[in-house]
């Protein structure tokens, strides 16, 4: 596809369930960035990859999220013993570019509820 | 403090209003800026860029104030399209938004 595209689009995990969520930025983007948006607000910074290199992730906000992207494309979010704070939007999105302030592109997001 | 800080809204006009939305941030290194729409339940999508000198389009006016660390939206004869979250964006090393503000336009 054109965009980028988010998998699942809706999540459903009982506390303490590990869960994985996907991102297939749009073809030849060297950066992604992975949001958490809580209803109600802004999205809120996560973490940063340049092609595999992950540059920041000083947004995760616990050991439990981890995030990965090991061909320079396709990344993996990936939450263990999910506790219910950790419900929200998962936002992916990519750019073109490597340096900040090239427009970045959005996926549709990752609907994650914990139950 | 927050990185990007926004007009807590929400901002209910009328149809045809003109309306002006703010946002301050704290890193005076920041390198661009930009306004993000979001609307409910969608993904961000940017609306434009935001330059020094000011820039303008159609109805939409971006300025930016890099002495007061100041950005803001002018948004004139505001439309019933116009009801979304209007996301303040600045970088440095990473985009970092803030927390939005809600316009309602009414018939």
């Known amino acids: 596809g054109a965009g980028v595209s988010q998998s699942p689009r809706y999540k459903v995990a009982k506390r303490g369930q590990d869960v994985a969520l996907r991102c297939d930025p749009i073809s030849g983007h060297v950066s992604l960035f992975w949001y958490q948006q809580a209803l109600g607000q802004g999205p809120e910074f996560l973490t940063y990859?340049?092609?595999?290199?992950?540059?920041?992730k000083s947004g995760l906000p616990s050991d439990r999220f981890f995030a990965e992207r090991p061909e320079g494309s396709v990344s993996t979010l990936k939450i263990q013993r999910t506790q219910q704070e950790d419900s929200a939007v998962y936002l992916c999105?990519?750019?073109?570019?490597?340096?900040?302030?090239?427009?970045?592109?959005f996926g549709e997001g990752s609907w994650l509820t914990v139950v | 403090r927050k990185e990007v800080e926004q007009d807590p809204g929400p901002f209910n006009v009328p149809e045809g209003a003109t309306v002006a939305f703010n946002c301050t941030y704290s890193n005076s290194a920041s390198q661009s800026f930009f306004w993000y729409r979001q609307d409910c339940r969608k993904e961000p999508k940017l609306l434009m860029s935001v330059y020094s000198s000011g820039n303008e389009d159609g109805r939409f006016t971006a300025q930016l104030n890099r002495a007061s660390q100041y950005i803001s939206l002018l948004i004139r004869d505001s439309k019933l399209s116009d009801s979304a979250t209007y996301l303040c964006?600045?970088?440095?090393?990473?985009?970092?938004f803030g927390a939005g503000t809600r316009l309602t336009v009414k018939p």
């Open positions: 999105a990519s750019s073109l570019g490597s340096a900040p302030g090239n427009t970045i592109y």
């Open positions: 964006v600045v970088t440095f090393n990473d985009m970092r």
């Open positions: 990859f340049q092609n595999e290199a992950q540059l920041d």
